[in-house]
């Protein structure tokens, strides 16, 4: 991933339903990529497609804050689906999972994955 530079990344988060196994990036396609992002609308049709064709499950989305924390901002809480799917932000070498619901503790959209990369 390309997670620093001038440029949020973004992608998806892709696994078995229990576990993520890879994370695959796309191009952001946002008008303004310095400060937000845009998942490639082609690039997320066809991960869906193959989800329904027994491919992995697209278990949540990641992308990069190049300046600030790994923190959703309003501007996420704003576009979240709050369809339970997993948030991984990435600032830097700091690396953390939300979990995206209605109601949650950070801006009533958000809460906090507790996890271990090892």
Do not use: T
């Amino acid at each position: 991933m390309a997670a620093g530079g001038p440029r949020e990344c973004c992608g998806l988060l892709l696994g078995d339903g229990a576990r993520i196994e890879r994370a695959v990036e796309l191009a952001n396609v946002h008008d303004d990529p310095a400060r937000y992002f845009e998942l490639d609308p082609a690039g997320l049709i066809a991960a869906f497609k193959a989800e329904r064709l027994s491919g992995p499950k697209v278990m949540g989305w990641f992308h990069s804050h190049p300046v600030g924390q790994a923190i959703p901002s309003e501007q996420d809480a704003g576009q979240a689906a709050n369809d339970g799917r997993l948030w991984a932000i990435i600032a830097g070498d700091d690396l953390r999972l939300w979990h995206n619901r209605l109601g949650g503790a950070l801006h009533n959209r958000f809460d906090p994955v507790e996890w271990h990369p090892f």
